[in-house]
């Protein structure tokens, strides 16, 4: 599920998501939050990656979006 999805501009774009499982015979749930750094060019994604770090993949899209700018 995506919590946050933002175009930083430049053609970059951030997305916040959250996956949310239960593992087969258990009653309790598992969360996995991780983020997305998209780099499109001619309505195609050129690069991606994802990071554990929400904060860190934030921050390095933005510097991205600017050095692109």
């Known amino acids: 599920m995506a919590e946050e999805f933002r175009d930083l501009g430049n ?3 951030l997305i916040v998501q959250l996956a949310r499982g239960r593992p087969t ?16 060019a001619s309505g ?5 990656a ?3 770090d929400i904060d860190e993949a ?4 933005e510097r991205l979006a600017k050095k692109r700018g």
């Open 25 to 40: 015979g258990s009653s309790a749930f598992v969360e996995f939050r991780s983020a997305s750094v998209a780099i499109w």
């Open 44 to 48: 195609l994604i050129e690069r991606f």
């Open 50 to 52: 994802t990071c554990t």
């Open 58 to 61: 934030r921050a390095a899209a």
């Open 11 to 13: 053609g970059v774009t």
